[in-house]
């Protein structure tokens, strides 16, 4: 058994038995491959179906939104800089939560995984030594693991916990990649290519709102779009309202974001919604030098003022 | 003899067939990341070739949003404010590839807006009448279907007009109801011979017997409703999900409809999109209660209505066993592990 897993189970248990915490919130495995479940632990029983592999991929920060009790989290390096961001908004008390901290390896691509799988339904998948095995009926195919990630994995830079109790495993290498080659190639399209592409993109889109419901950092009480009265914008499918809900959302999102990539994946039509988080995180980045969730002790820049600031874009 | 064979190579030209007499032929295609049924472009193909598209062909005869009304806000005029009905006639249509599983939607949605009580709803009626199902059998039923737990099957034909069947260098057809018999006489198409009917029929068994044992849905109507409505297990089970409408607008037959107005300019239109129990929009008072008011109420909605309301009115479980909300859910939740803690 990976020993993350084994980790995971004897501390959740530790937890639970000494009353630390009222609840662990982890993995268990899915009921289908490629999957894994939120599983909330409560009970040492329950502590045996704690699970750990490529497919943890659900920020789990965002089920800690606004708890009462203590919780423990198993948290990855994204959910770990969610968390940074929930105590910054006063979603939860440092001192409620305990972070058992996983160091990441990146999160496996479901999609880019059965596209591999040509035509062929995966029934299994196998990790071990930095490669993915795929097998179903009659399809045996094996990769390495570096190609096979999510992108949001692909371009990270904080795969360890930022923030954490107990660290589960021995941390990885950090990478500082390039995050914003997509970004900068539709910046650099003129603003009808870029209008026809964002509407290419969003047409899609059936305002299911998985993409506001994994994230994390979407906890408004009322969001803009459940507003009757008055009521922001219409329901239908419009594109003028498909547009309205996509960039305003992405714009709540701007030094807030880090990029999990749960929106992306919650989507069941496939629209790529990161480009848009991401254009804005570079623009917070290149203004104020904010990288979301990094730190407890920074403030955000879009929620705070000094008098010295820029202001220049006021005319 | 009544089944029909096309060749592989010869699709395109009997789509082009469908298309006479200026009929629209939905198809499921590519859709940038997804599957959809989409009307065919001429010389188009449809892609047969993967299993069932992401959203269900509902939306042929039960579209996410469509404008019922339309009236003018200008004052000026004598008919301001007054409604007038959008026109909803439209060309014969045939959605081609569509699976077993979501032609026995149709049979569900239409007892929900044709058969109950005493209205029936025009704008899916009109759309509905002017439809002919040609339905793809499933060679190879995923692991996340279970049709056969509902009353389906993978080369089920209720619901459809004609049956094809992939037999690899040919499709046989095979009529279903008279529409679908007229419809295949009328194209002229080849008969098919006694052995490809044969071969189809093994595929057929083959593909059912590789779907492992069914668990059945219709013990929940013996269940007491209020002790279900009541138990303890909705708690826990609701947990993981994050009520997102995913499962509900996958959903062959969820049929949840919200009515608007909307205004631009002086044109006023009033329209009905998808809803869905899963968000606390939809059971909002105007006085700000909320007879369901968290996660667990709306999460417990959608089951007990999929599988014991429905089923107590119209003696079937609102569901057809396509695998949409298993296979896309963010959160794992699975249909068929409700479906079996509520019967055991």
């Known amino acids: ?315 | 003899m009544s089944a029909r064979r096309v060749g592989r190579e010869a699709l395109k030209g009997f789509i082009t067939g469908l298309m006479e007499d200026g009929r629209t032929v939905w198809g499921p295609q590519e859709f940038q990341g997804s599957v959809r049924f989409r009307p065919l472009k001429k010389n188009g193909t449809p892609v047969l070739d993967v299993p069932n598209a992401t959203l269900s062909p509902k939306e042929v005869v039960f579209p996410p949003s469509e404008w019922m009304f339309l009236f003018s806000t200008d004052p000026g005029r004598e008919d301001a404010f007054v409604l007038k009905e959008v026109p909803q006639e439209g060309p014969e249509q045939v959605i081609l590839g569509i699976r077993p599983c979501d032609a026995r939607a149709f049979q569900i949605l239409d007892r929900v807006f044709l058969e109950q009580g005493a209205h029936e709803d025009p704008y899916y009626r009109s759309k509905r009448d002017r439809t002919l199902l040609i339905g793809l059998g499933c060679n190879t039923p995923c692991s996340t279907c279970f049709c056969h737990w509902t009353g389906g099957g993978p080369f089920h034909t209720e619901g459809l007009d004609v049956l094809m069947t992939d037999l690899g260098d040919v499709y046989l057809l095979e009529p279903v109801t008279e529409r679908g018999r007229a419809l295949l006489d009328a194209l002229q198409l080849d008969e098919a011979g006694a052995d490809e009917v044969e071969r189809g029929k093994h595929i057929a068994e083959e593909a059912r017997a590789s779907m492992g044992e069914a668990k059945d849905p219709r013990r929940i109507k013996e269940k007491d409703l209020m002790a279900l409505f009541g138990s303890p297990f909705w708690e826990r089970a609701h947990e993981a999900c994050v009520k997102c409408g995913v499962c509900t607008y996958l959903c062959p037959t969820c049929s949840c409809f919200d009515i608007q107005d909307e205004v631009r300019g002086a044109c006023g239109f009033r329209g009905r999109n998808w809803d869905t129990c899963m968000f606390a929009l939809t059971t909002l008072h105007a006085s700000g209660h909320n007879p369901r008011p968290t996660g667990k109420e709306r999460f417990r909605q959608r089951f007990m209505h999929k599988l014991k309301y429905f089923q107590d009115d119209f003696g079937d479980v609102m569901c057809v066993g396509c695998g949409r909300c298993v296979q896309y859910c963010p959160a794992n939740i699975d249909i068929r592990e409700i479906i079996e803690a509520l019967s055991a």
């Not at chain 1, 045996?48 to 789990?60: A, K, V, Y």
């Not at chain 1, 071990?128 to 949001?152: A, K, T, Y």
């Not at chain 1, 419901?213 to 499918?237: A, I, M």
């Open chain 1, 1 to 315: 058994m990976d020993t993350r897993v084994e980790r995971i189970r004897s501390e959740a248990k530790r937890l639970l038995e000494s009353g630390e915490v009222d609840l662990v919130i982890g993995f268990r495995k899915g009921s289908i491959p490629m999957v894994s479940r939120p599983w909330f632990v409560r009970t040492v029983e329950d502590t045996e179906l704690l699970h750990w592999d490529g497919f943890c991929s659900l920020n789990l920060c965002n089920y800690l939104t606004k708890r009462k009790e203590k919780v423990a989290v198993v948290a990855k390096g994204c959910d770990t800089r969610s968390l940074v961001g929930h105590i910054q908004e006063n979603q939860i008390q440092r001192e409620q939560v305990l972070v058992l901290g996983v160091p990441c390896e990146g999160m496996l691509d479901r999609r880019a995984l059965q596209e591999r799988a040509e035509g062929t339904e995966i029934l299994e998948v196998v990790e071990s030594d930095g490669r993915v095995e795929i097998r179903g009926r009659g399809l045996e195919r094996s990769f390495p693991r570096q190609e096979v990630l999510q992108h949001c994995c692909r371009i990270c830079r904080h795969r360890n916990p930022v923030l954490h109790d107990r660290l589960l495993s021995a941390e990885v290498e950090e990478h500082q990649v390039e995050r914003y080659e997509d970004v900068e190639e539709i910046d650099s399209q003129s603003p009808e290519e870029r209008w026809a592409y964002f509407q290419n993109m969003l047409s899609p889109c059936i305002r299911c709102y998985a993409c506001r419901n994994v994230c994390p950092h979407c906890y408004c009480t009322e969001c803009f779009v459940d507003c009757s009265r008055p009521q922001w914008v219409g329901k239908s499918l419009d594109l003028n309202d498909v547009f309205t809900f996509h960039l305003f959302r992405a714009f709540h999102m701007a030094g807030r974001c880090t990029d999990c990539g749960s929106c992306e994946r919650a989507c069941p039509v496939g629209i790529p919604l990161r480009v848009l988080t991401r254009k804005l995180e570079k623009v917070v980045s290149e203004r104020w030098g904010f990288e979301a969730g990094t730190d407890l002790e920074q403030l955000p820049p879009l929620a705070t003022y000094r008098p010295d600031d820029p202001q220049d874009f006021i005319k």
